[in-house]
């Protein structure tokens, strides 16, 4: 970090943390249920099967940095023209191996541990500031997501919605051999893996700020 002077700023961190267990919170993300303390997690016993790993938000590594720099316009150095720059870079969250639970339905068996699917893409982005400052007046535009990057942040982690039983502590080896119920070949779903959601694309901030 370093403070204000000379008419600008640098601030920079990075943080390495983990997330790992078997109780995601009171939102369960896999089936996207949001039943807080009574969701179907633990109800039945192969229903806990699998559950030790990566969490949903576990996110290893979050780097940011943010660099301010200040012309003055006046000999007072009360007006002028301030210019931004964030540039932020975060893990992929883990991914799912799930499939239908033969009675509490699609989504809520883990085929496989946690996180056995691999990791979403490295989350990035630039931001930019400009504002302008003159008397009481504040005029400013933010850029959000400069480069428009438009990175998966959620993909379909259903790999089949025939009923399955987890296959406890299994690889990816293993789902060759993975059946449904009625012991035939699972269907595959042929979206596994694909994004259903992304990063918001760039977008633009107009602002007025008058202060009295």
Known sequence: RKKFAQNWLIQASYAYSRTVGN????????????????SSQFDIPELAANRDGPLPNDRPHNAKMQLAYFIPMDEAGKDGLNLGLRVSVLSGAPIEVLGRHPLYGNSESFILPRGSGGRLPMLTSVDLLASYTFGNVELSANIFNLLNTRTPTLVDEDLTTDRVMPIVNGTLADLKDLKNTTGLPIIRNPNYGNPVAYQAPLFVRLGVRVTF
């Not at 009171?26 to 249920?33: C, G, K, R, T, V």
């Open 23 to 38: 109780f995601p919170g009171l939102y369960q993300s896999s089936n996207s249920q949001l039943d807080p303390n009574i």
